[in-house]
Structures are given as C-alpha cells and as structure tokens.
C-alpha cells in the first residue's frame, strides 16, 4: 500500500516542536543556542515530500552554489520546494570553517525549513526575544575576500550579491503569513502585551496589512514595551 504524504498544513503539528532527543546545543554569545541537526531535518523532509528540493539563487562561473562575505560571516541565499511550493531562505557561517559549502548548505536546509515550520518552535524564541544580531567574532584563519581569492570567488560574490539582494526584496514586500502573525500575537500574550498597541508603537496598523519588512521596527517596538512592562510591575 502506497504511504499517504504529509500535507503542509500538517508540517507545523507534526514537526513544529522537534523531539528533545534530536535537539542539540550550541554556544552563541554566552547563551546555548537550542538547533536540529540537518541530517534530522532532511529525514522530516524526506517524510513530508520524498521529491523536496533546494537550490542556490546563483551558481559562481565553476558552477558552485555562489556566496557573500558580508560582517565577518559568510551568507548563501536558496529556494526549497516542497509540495511544489517554493521559499526563500538563508544559510550562513563562519567565512574560515574547512567546509564551507557544506556548512552553508546545511544551515541553509534548516533555514528554509524553517519556513516550512519543521523545528519552529526553536526558532520563534530568537525571532521575537533573542534581537542580538550583532556579527560574531572570526577566529584567526584565512577570511575569503577578494584580494586572496581571486576572480572566482569575486565573480561568485557579485552573482550572490544581485541575486540574495533581488530576493530579499521580493520577500521584503510580502505580506506577514498567517502563522507569522499568529507567532507575533502569541508571543504578545505571553509578554501581557497588546498586539495592535505593539504595531502602532512602531508606527503601523495591525489591522491592515503588515509586510515582511516592517519586522525590524515590530520587534523593536515589541522589546521595547516589554521591557518597560517588566520595570512596571
């Protein structure tokens, strides 16, 4: 008997909140990072979508997945298909690490996974309450850039560079999806905050449409009045 597929709309009950046995811990600026593994993340895909895809939005002239050097870490944009539905994601490292590109392309499977909803529930903590994004520090080691990489990797990086910029902005101008605002209201409750107070402390309108790139200026607004609600009580 042929093994009936799992539907989007179930991806967020089934794999939002991953099994503790397959969460790991990283170190991330004095603080344990929690993270799935991509090998784990790929077997939920494979559950999902057996045909998932993902692909750069740009090869270098040798015909590699194209990257950026950008605030001391290295950044690599891709679409992931599955159900024949396409997202845009961002994978990124260290620029020094021995394997780069497999670095790039395993934070960016669990990237754009993400955005699927697979592990979400380890990713909504940082969007709305971890806002330190500042750059990592960069061990000592050999930083690509284009004076010692030559011509290869400079062409690579201006290919990623249109290409990444393009993307974001297409994405940048998309409206919030109903589960991101369903995160943002979530995540207002818990801190006793008022969704459409939040929004307006931003300068927008919670009830009309809300788009990917006033993110910035609503979490802001949202640390900002839950901090002062904190001090309040």
């Known amino acids: 008997m042929e093994k009936k597929s799992i539907g989007l709309d179930e991806v967020l009950n089934k794999y939002g909140v991953p099994d503790p046995k397959i969460v790991g811990k990283l170190p991330k600026g004095g603080q344990q990072l929690s993270f799935v593994g991509h090998a784990d993340v790929t077997k939920m895909l494979l559950e999902v979508d057996s045909g998932w895809t993902w692909e750069p939005v740009a090869f270098d002239a040798d015909g590699l997945p194209a990257y950026r050097v950008e605030n001391g870490m ?3 944009a891709g679409w992931m298909t599955v159900h024949g539905v396409r997202r845009l994601g961002i994978g990124s490292c260290l620029p020094n690490k021995p394997d780069l590109m497999k670095e790039l392309i395993s934070d960016l499977i669990r990237n754009c996974a993400m955005r699927f909803g697979f592990c979400l529930s380890l990713w909504t903590k940082q ?7 500042s750059p990592a520090h960069v061990p000592n080691g050999p930083v690509p850039n284009k004076k010692d990489t030559g011509p290869r990797v400079s062409k690579a990086v ?4 249109r290409a990444t910029a393009k993307a974001a902005a297409q994405e940048a101008n998309a409206e919030l999806s109903e589960e991101q605002r369903n995160q943002f209201v979530t995540a207002c409750t818990k801190a006793n905050l008022d969704p459409e107070v939040v929004a307006k402390n931003a300068g927008l309108d919670w009830t009309k449409g809300i788009k990917e790139a006033d993110l910035g200026a609503l979490r802001e607004s949202f640390k900002d009045l839950k901090s002062f609600s904190e001090e309040s009580k």
């Open 74 to 76: 290295a950044h690599m």
């Open 127 to 133: 969007e709305w309450e971890d806002l330190d994004h």
């Open 158 to 161: 201006e290919i990623a560079q």
